[in-house]
């Protein structure tokens, strides 16, 4: 009997992984454009009262909070799961998949599979750990043999993928 070749297929300290760079990008840009077009329509819309200033000001707080928060939340779990992964802390489960859900049609719908037990969901709209659904071209599927590098990412999230092997011919 042939041993097995694992091919790794995701791993979260390759260095082309990034999954806070488009976040941010796209953050900043919302941002710039917000603040250019309210202060555009502030200035264009007469003031008669203070409500319509007030609700320009809030809406360019929220706009800053959210240019903030968005890159810095995706900073923060990207690199709490490249440090529990660096560190040799991550979980590990080998085997076949079974029970394989493929992503439903549905726009926020997530794929799950499971390996000896240990459940996997995920989602092509996730940012940090393993996230390439069926749908999008991904390796998952009924039966592959599988090595997986994982954390537990907190209840709503579940465990996240952090580094992927498949086996190969």
């Known amino acids: 009997m042939d041993a097995l070749h694992y091919?790794?297929?995701?791993?979260?300290?390759?260095?082309?992984?990034r999954p806070w760079l488009a976040p941010t990008l796209v953050g900043a840009a919302v941002t710039t454009f917000a603040l250019i077009f309210a202060r555009i329509a502030h200035r264009r819309i007469p003031s008669t009262s203070t409500r319509t200033s007030k609700i320009v000001d809030a809406s360019v707080a929220l706009l800053v909070f959210m240019a903030i928060m968005t890159p810095a939340i995706s900073v923060w779990d990207f690199a709490r799961a490249?440090?529990?992964?660096?560190?040799?802390s991550a979980l590990?489960?080998?085997g076949t998949v079974a029970h394989f859900n493929p992503m439903p049609s549905r726009p926020r719908g997530r794929?799950?599979?499971e390996v000896t037990g240990v459940m996997f969901?995920?989602?092509?709209?996730?940012?940090t750990g393993f996230h390439q659904t069926v749908r999008?071209?991904?390796p998952i599927h009924e039966g592959l043999p599988v090595h997986i590098w994982y954390m537990d990412a907190g209840h709503q999230r579940g465990n996240?993928?952090?580094?992927?092997?498949?086996a190969g011919n």
């Open 136 to 138: 999008s071209g991904g």
């Open 82 to 88: 490249y440090s529990t992964l660096r560190s040799g």
């Open 121 to 127: 969901h995920y989602s092509e709209h996730e940012i």
């Open 7 to 17: 091919t790794p297929v995701f791993d979260v300290l390759d260095p082309g992984y």
């Open 92 to 94: 590990y489960v080998e």
């Open 160 to 166: 996240e993928i952090l580094k992927l092997e498949v």
């Open 111 to 113: 794929e799950s599979f």
